[in-house]
C-alpha cells in the first residue's frame, strides 16, 4: 500500500511536469516531427515514466534528468530557427528523389531509400504512375512531397478563369447543448437570434443541439444529439 502511494504522487508530479514541458516545447504535429525530434520526444516521456515506477532511486534525480533533457531540446529547437546551418546539420535536409522526372538513384542509395518505399509514397500521394511526377522530395520528416507534371494536374477555377466567393472559417456558435456566448458576440449576435433560428428548423431548445456553426455566408449548420435518420425504404418497381 505504501508504495501504491508513493506510485500515485510521483505519478502526478511526472504528469504534470511532462504537459508543462512539452506546453514549453510547443504544439507541432507528429507527421512533421524529425526523426531528431520524434526520439527526443519517446526519451522524455519514457524518462517521465521511469520518474513514476523506479522506486529504487529518487524521483527528485528523475525529475531533474527530464528537466535537464527538456532544456537541451529547448535549446536545439532555438539555434535550429536562429542558425539554419544548425537545423541542417541537426535534422538534415530535404532530397530530390526525381527530378524532371528522373529517378535519382545515387540520393536513394545515400538515403538508404528504396524504390519500393518511393513507389508507396508515391501511392499514399495519389500517384500511381511514375510518368507522371516531375519532381518529388524527400523532406526532413520523412514524408514525399510530389510535384505532377503540369498536363497531370488537377484544373483549378483559376486556370479556367472563373471567380470565386471567399470562403473563409465557419465560427462554432453550440457545443454539445452549450451557446458559445463569445464566438456569437464576436459575429455581432445574441442567444435571442440563435435560438429563433434553431426554431426555425424546428429545433425547440438548444439542450438538442450537439454542434452548430455559421459560415461566411450566413449558413446555419446543425447537428443534433440525437439524430432522427430518414431510411429510405426499398420499393420494387414493377
Do not use: C
Amino acid at each position: 500500500m505504501h508504495e501504491a502511494v508513493i506510485v500515485l504522487v510521483r505519478g502526478v508530479i511526472g504528469f504534470f511536469s511532462l504537459l508543462i514541458f512539452t506546453r514549453i516545447l510547443g504544439k507541432q504535429q507528429v507527421s512533421q516531427l524529425t526523426l531528431f525530434e520524434y526520439i527526443l520526444g519517446i526519451t522524455i516521456g519514457s524518462m517521465a515514466a521511469t520518474l513514476t515506477t523506479d522506486l529504487a532511486s529518487t524521483a527528485w534525480s528523475h525529475w531533474v534528468g527530464l528537466m535537464v533533457w527538456t532544456i537541451l531540446v529547448f535549446a536545439v529547437q532555438h539555434f535550429s530557427v536562429k542558425y539554419p546551418k544548425f537545423f541542417v546539420y541537426i535534422n538534415g535536409q530535404p532530397e530530390m528523389l526525381i527530378i524532371n522526372g528522373k529517378i535519382m538513384e545515387e540520393t536513394m542509395k545515400k538515403m538508404r531509400y528504396s524504390l519500393h518505399d518511393l513507389m508507396e509514397q508515391l501511392r499514399v500521394s495519389g500517384v500511381f504512375d511514375i510518368s507522371q511526377v516531375e519532381y518529388a522530395v524527400l523532406e526532413t520528416n520523412g514524408k514525399l512531397t510530389v510535384l505532377k507534371k503540369s498536363q497531370y494536374q488537377s484544373l483549378t477555377p483559376k486556370d479556367m478563369n472563373l471567380s470565386t466567393s471567399y470562403d473563409g472559417l465557419s465560427t462554432e456558435l453550440v457545443f454539445n447543448g452549450v451557446i458559445l456566448k463569445y464566438n456569437l458576440s464576436q459575429l455581432h449576435l445574441d442567444t435571442l437570434w440563435l435560438k429563433q433560428e434553431l426554431r426555425k428548423k424546428g429545433i425547440k431548445d438548444v439542450s438538442e443541439v450537439y454542434f452548430a456553426s455559421l459560415n461566411t455566408k450566413g449558413e446555419l449548420y446543425v447537428d443534433l444529439i440525437k439524430d432522427k435518420i430518414v431510411q429510405e425504404s426499398n420499393v420494387e418497381h414493377l
